[in-house]
């Protein structure tokens, strides 16, 4: 072989080398995100405005699930679990124009092991970011706060959403309803920090936690100085020292009174921050109501891991165990007497209710449990001697309220004819609260016979109940994720006086 053709052919074989190195590399034909992202890279206008994206594809999980439902149309495109945030990022198409944003409700029940939990827009922080593409058509990012320590490596979700005609009106037309079934695939999660402010900037608002993620920045902040007017949403941006944008206005929203987790891009955190909050109407009006410089470099420590002691409350014939970070208010209305027990002072990390009635009716177990069911179906919410429940036009008598007592109210729990005062009042004409019975079982609270089940409507809530000798005992829970474990704890922890 002469020395040029051996010269060539060296220069053929490296050159193939070299060649399927960079295809391996993904640096030929494909980049190296799309080898991580797929072919077809998860696509949102949303979750690149918030300056997350490539985070998001990387641990994000492609759905494209429709349902139509009269025409509108709703697209499931994708989501991401981030330790504690859910992101759901979903595609709106309407029949027809309408101004949707604030008629939209959002409900997720998440199935562990075979118990469900509720989580609905008023729970936690959750938010929703809209992304106008025309008058009837809308990207829509669902932000859930959701602990992925309670989440399985696969679990079971159902995610419905409601749009109403004017949600500002009871028994408002329901436009369209969409029901999705899918799995959350839970992949391995870094480890994540979380840090905490050594000092305060703002009297109206503090910013509690910081925490550094798979997904990007959380900042944690509770609005203290808001209205409750539903058209009013209070829009936070982000600046670093030199103007620049971190978070856009009119995207991420503070729930007043609520610690709400607003994500950005990841930040370094020694940066120096302005945090602008706007008070902003339906009608567009832009009010800076709340602005703080932060620098993250002299006041972020490291928060350290949360050391709650318990406390041992005795509390009529029962002793029970609840973090020391709690608020707990005894509340005597009648013949029962209402412990509240609200974790971290907070409502959104979930409030405990335990109730005593005397057992004036001298029911038995199984009819304690039919009675607190048969309550909360119209409306009674506990054992009193008398209730009043609202009656609406029957075509005779006008709207007006009805005095009954607890075996007239049970009769008409029984779908039976009750007359009062003359008046016959059927099921049909009093507001029910329907709801369906799940996970019942009989249990014990130690060593005690008690019977527990979930009531499941657009929400949960879970009650035990159990008899200490002519005292009736029911603790109630919401069925958030946040709340399951602490609801076993106390359980748990309670210790009947003997």
Excluded at 126 to 143: A, G, L, Q, R
Excluded at 213 to 233: A, C, M, Q
Excluded at 255 to 284: Q, R
Aim: charged fraction near 30%; glycine fraction near 4%.
């Amino acid at each position: 072989m002469s020395q040029k053709r051996l010269i060539m052919y060296a220069i053929t074989i490296i050159a193939f080398f070299i060649i399927g190195f960079l295809v391996n590399r993904g640096y030929l034909e494909n980049t190296i995100d799309e080898e991580v992202y797929t072919s077809t890279p998860i696509e949102s206008n949303i979750i690149e405005k918030i300056g997350i994206i490539d985070d998001y594809r990387r641990i994000g999980k492609s759905l494209d699930i429709s349902k139509n439902d009269n025409d509108n149309v709703l697209t499931l495109l994708s989501y991401a679990l981030d330790r504690d945030t859910l992101i759901l990022d979903y595609n709106l198409k309407l029949n027809s124009s309408m101004d949707f944003i604030k008629n939209l409700s959002h409900v997720m029940v998440i199935s562990v092991d075979g118990v469900s939990y509720t989580i609905e827009d008023f729970d936690h922080s959750n938010i929703e970011i809209f992304d106008k593409i025309s008058d009837t058509e809308y990207e829509v990012c669902k932000i859930i706060k959701l602990d992925s320590d309670d989440i399985k490596d696969k679990t079971s979700c159902n995610f419905k959403v409601f749009l109403y005609r004017d949600t500002e009106t009871i028994d408002s037309e329901t436009v369209a309803e969409w029901i999705f079934e899918f799995d959350i695939d839970k992949k391995d999660i870094s480890v994540f920090n979380k840090y905490e402010l050594t000092r305060n900037f703002s009297e109206n608002a503090k910013v509690v936690e910081v925490t550094q993620t798979d997904l990007g920045t959380k900042f944690s902040i509770i609005l203290n100085d808001y209205t409750t007017e539903p058209d009013v949403h209070y829009y936070v941006e982000i600046l670093d020292e030199k103007g620049n944008e971190i978070l856009q206005p009119n995207l991420e929203y503070l729930v007043g009174g609520v610690k709400t987790d607003i994500i950005t891009k990841k930040i370094n955190l020694d940066e120096k921050l302005t945090f602008n909050i706007y008070e902003t109407f339906s009608n567009g009006e832009n009010n800076k109501s709340i602005t703080f410089d932060i620098d993250l470099s002299k006041y972020l420590k490291i928060k350290e891991e949360d050391r709650i002691s318990l406390k041992e409350n005795k509390w009529k014939d029962i002793s029970f165990e609840y973090p020391n970070t709690c608020l707990v208010t005894n509340d005597p209305l009648s013949n029962k007497d209402y412990l509240s027990i609200s974790y971290n002072n907070d409502y959104a990390e979930g409030i405990i209710y335990i109730s005593r009635y005397d057992n004036i009716y001298k029911r038995n177990l199984n009819e304690i449990a039919e009675d607190f069911q048969n309550l909360e179906y119209l409306g009674g919410y506990g054992l009193f001697d008398n209730y009043t429940i609202y009656s609406y036009y029957d075509g005779k008598n006008k709207p007006h309220d009805i005095d009954l007592s607890f075996y007239e109210l049970m009769e008409l729990a029984k779908n039976k004819t009750v007359t009062v005062n003359g008046e016959k009042i059927l099921i049909e004409n009093v507001g029910i609260h329907d709801f369906e019975v799940v996970n019942q079982k009989n249990t014990n609270i130690d060593g005690i016979p008690a019977i527990m089940w979930t009531e499941i409507d657009y929400s949960s809530t879970t009650r035990i109940v159990f008899l200490k000798d002519n005292s009736i005992y029911e603790i109630k829970s919401s069925g958030s994720i946040d709340n399951k474990n602490r609801f076993e704890n106390l359980i748990n922890s309670i210790k009947v006086i003997k």
